[in-house]
Every structure is written in structure tokens, then in C-alpha cells.
T-cell receptor, first 115, second 111 residues
Framework: DTAVSQTPKYLVTQMGNDKSIKCEQNLGHDTMYWYKQDSKKFLKIMFSYNNKELIINETVPNRFSPKSPDKAHLNLHINSLELGDSAVYFC??????????????FGPGTRLTVT | GENVEQHPSTLSVQEGDSAVIKCTYSDSASNYFPWYKQELGKRPQLIIDIRSNVGEKKDQRIAVTLNKTAKHFSLHITETQPEDSAVYFCAARNAGNMLTFGGGTRLMVKP
């Protein structure tokens, strides 16, 4: 019973294309995130989103945009893909509040390769 | 913004020995410090966390300590086993609920 799922698992595309990665969580969480993990394994927050606010890491190019059709989904759209966008992208979710609910649950990741 | 530094970047220990990974953070407003374990090709998974009102927390073979004054926290793994081999990430959460991760530590436990 998958808690946070992402599709596709692998994505190979050419420079200049536009692509999307989908994320869904069935945990009833109200906050979702996107992270980028580069080839050196650095994990970097890109976005934090709940139904009230979007927080954007200022270093993220505006070619990247999150879109949330509902509370359980946060998709990542990338325009005009560049070679440097190649990485593993992880979606995560959490519930606001104290206690164990601080935990962020990660999806399985999407390995994006731009050629 | 928050900056988290993690050391060492690689750590090799003999099975049964202890392993210690250290992190420092810059934002004194950060209030939550999780540790994640990531096995090769897998997702990061939470192994232990600590909040800013606690100095130490233990869960079986793993423990985390936090020094708020010095702004550093550490992960301790005792009686290491080969299955502990993975990349470990520390993180700090600021008031905006955003996690900033350290650069990771590749732990190798030799049987």
C-alpha cells in the first residue's frame, strides 16, 4: 500500500522539451514537497506547498513549476529542459503539527535524464 | 537561509564498531532535526529525529544528540552491522517548514 507514489520512475528526454512528473500521496497529509538529488547525492528542497501557500526555494529556475489539482497531488512541470536538470526528483509529504507528524515521507524518486 | 554542513562525507567502520556523524546548522530558528537513511537506488527514510527542546534521543542502536547553543547535532550508531551501510543525511527545518539537508555521509560497514 504505497504512501507516496511518483510516475514515471524513469524519464529520458531531449533538451528543450517540456515534461511533467506526477506525485500522489494517500496519507491524508496537507503539505507536499519536491526535492532534487544530483549526481553527488546532494538533496535540495525545491518547493513546499499546502493549500494555503507555496514556498519556493529562490535558487530554483522559473522553468520549474509545481501544480496541485487537489490536496493529494503535487505535480512538477519543467519547461525547456536543460542538461543540468538531469537528476533524481523526489516528492515528499508531511502533516503540519507536533509529534510524529513532522516526518516527511518520500516517494520512490523519478530519474530524469536530459540528452 | 539555512545552511547545514555534514561530516565526514565517507565513513568506513568494522562491523560491531560505533559510527558517529556530525552536522552543524546556521539558522538558530531551526527547531526540528531529522536523520534520513538512503540505501542505493532507494528513497530517503527517516530513522530518528529530535526537536529543539530535547538534548538527546535514543532508539535501540541509534541515538541523536543536539547542542542548540553550538548549533550542532550528531548521529551515533552502535554495534554497526553490514545492513547499516547506506548514505545518511542530517537535516534542519526552519520556521517555513522547509528541510535543508546536509551533504550526506556514505557509511560502509565492513564484515
Amino acid at each position: 500500500d504505497t504512501a507516496v507514489s511518483q510516475t514515471p520512475k524513469y524519464l529520458v528526454t531531449q533538451m528543450g522539451n517540456d515534461k511533467s512528473i506526477k506525485c500522489e500521496q494517500n496519507l491524508g497529509h496537507d503539505t507536499m514537497y519536491w526535492y532534487k538529488q544530483d549526481s553527488k547525492k546532494f538533496l535540495k528542497i525545491m518547493f513546499s506547498y499546502n493549500n494555503k501557500e507555496l514556498i519556493i526555494n529562490e535558487t530554483v529556475p522559473n522553468r520549474f513549476s509545481p501544480k496541485s489539482p487537489d490536496k493529494a497531488h503535487l505535480n512538477l512541470h519543467i519547461n525547456s529542459l536543460e542538461l543540468g536538470d538531469s537528476a533524481v526528483y523526489f516528492c515528499a509529504s508531511s502533516r503540519r503539527g507536533g509529534g510524529r507528524s513532522d516526518e516527511q515521507y518520500f516517494g520512490p524518486g523519478t530519474r530524469l535524464t536530459v540528452t | 537561509g539555512e545552511n547545514v554542513e555534514q561530516h565526514p562525507s565517507t565513513l568506513s567502520v568494522q562491523e560491531g564498531d560505533s559510527a558517529v556523524i556530525k552536522c552543524t546548522y546556521s539558522d538558530s530558528a531551526s527547531n526540528y532535526f531529522p536523520w534520513y537513511k538512503q540505501e542505493l537506488g532507494k528513497r530517503p527514510q527517516l530513522i530518528i529525529d529530535i526537536r529543539s527542546n530535547v538534548g538527546e534521543k535514543k532508539d535501540q542502536r541509534i541515538a541523536v544528540t543536539l547542542n542548540k547553543t553550538a548549533k550542532h547535532f550528531s548521529l551515533h550508531i552502535t554495534e554497526t552491522q553490514p545492513e547499516d551501510s547506506a548514505v545518511y543525511f542530517c537535516a534542519a527545518r526552519n520556521a517555513g517548514n522547509m528541510l535543508t539537508f546536509g551533504g550526506g555521509t556514505r557509511l560502509m560497514v565492513k564484515p
